[in-house]
T-cell receptor, first 112, second 118 residues
Framework: EAQVTQNPRYLITVTGKKLTVTCSQN?????MSWYRQDPGLGLRQIYY???????DKGDVPEGYKVSRKEKRNFPLILESPSPNQTSLYFC???????????FGEGSWLTVV | AQTVTQSQPEMSVQEAETVTLSCTYD???????LFWYKQPPSRQMILVIR??????QNATENRFSVNFQKAAKSFSLKISDSQLGDAAMYFC???????????????FGQGTILTVHP
C-alpha cells in the first residue's frame, strides 16, 4: 500500500529538548516536503527536498532542520523547540514536483 | 508570491442541499494547478478535486464540481446533495506548474469549516 508514514503522531515535549519527527514513504518519490498547520493560516511549507542530499527552505523554515540522506526518509528536526512550534505537522511526497502529492497522517506536536 | 484566500471561515448546509465554497488566488503565472482538499476530524488530508489552469472545462468528481474563472482568479467548490460525511475543513490550494523553487509547493488558503445539518 502506498503511504507516507510519520512518527510520532502525538508528542508533548518541553522547551529546548531536541526532537525529530520522522517521515518515510514507500513510493520511491523524489520530492518530499514538510508543512505545518495552524488555525486560520492553513498549511505552510517548512522545507522541501527535490532528491537525496538536495533540500531547501520553504516559507517558514526558522527553528527547523531537515536532512535527506536516503530517498525514502525526510526527517524534520527541531533542535531547540519553542512553544510557537506547537502545531500539526504534515509530511508530503510526490514522484516529481508536478505529480500527485501524498500526505502523511500528521503529527501533533505540543511544546510546553 | 502566490496567495490563496478563502473568505468564508465557516459554512453550513442542510443534508441533501447544495453548498458552494469560495476561493480566490493571486498569481502572475499562466501555468498552474488548483486543488480542493478535505480535512475531516481525523486531520487526514484528502484530495477532493483538481483543476489544471490550461483546461477551460470545469473539473467534476461525482457530487463535487468547481467553477474555475481564470480571468477573475476564482476557484469555487460546489458540493451537491450534501451528506453528513462531507462535514470537514476544506482547503483550497495552488501549485505552480512551472519550474523553479516554487515548483511542487502547495500554497493553501486559510480553510473553511463546513457543517452539514441533518
Amino acid at each position: 500500500e502506498a503511504q507516507v508514514t510519520q512518527n510520532p503522531r502525538y508528542l508533548i515535549t518541553v522547551t529546548g529538548k531536541k526532537l525529530t519527527v520522522t517521515c518515510s514513504q514507500n513510493m520511491n518519490h523524489e520530492y518530499m516536503s514538510w508543512y505545518r498547520q495552524d488555525p486560520g493560516l492553513g498549511l505552510r511549507q517548512i522545507y522541501y527536498s527535490m532528491n537525496v542530499e538536495v533540500t531547501d527552505k520553504g516559507d517558514v523554515p526558522e527553528g527547523y532542520k531537515v536532512s535527506r540522506k536516503e530517498k525514502r526518509n525526510f526527517p524534520l528536526i527541531l533542535e531547540s523547540p519553542s512553544p510557537n512550534q506547537t502545531s500539526l505537522y504534515f509530511c508530503a511526497s510526490s514522484f516529481s514536483p508536478g505529480n500527485t502529492i501524498y500526505f502523511g497522517e500528521g503529527s501533533w506536536l505540543t511544546v510546553v | 508570491a502566490q496567495t490563496v484566500t478563502q473568505s468564508q471561515p465557516e459554512m453550513s448546509v442542510q443534508e441533501a442541499e447544495t453548498v458552494t465554497l469560495s476561493c480566490t488566488y493571486d498569481t502572475s503565472e499562466s501555468d498552474y494547478y488548483l486543488f480542493w482538499y478535505k480535512q475531516p476530524p481525523s486531520r487526514q488530508m484528502i484530495l477532493v478535486i483538481r483543476q489544471e489552469a490550461y483546461k477551460q472545462q470545469n473539473a467534476t468528481e461525482n457530487r463535487f464540481s468547481v467553477n474555475f474563472q481564470k480571468a477573475a482568479k476564482s476557484f469555487s467548490l460546489k458540493i451537491s446533495d450534501s451528506q453528513l460525511g462531507d462535514a470537514a475543513m476544506y482547503f483550497c490550494a495552488y501549485r505552480s506548474g512551472a519550474g523553479g523553487t516554487s515548483y511542487g509547493k502547495l500554497t493553501f488558503g486559510q480553510g473553511t469549516i463546513l457543517t452539514v445539518h441533518p
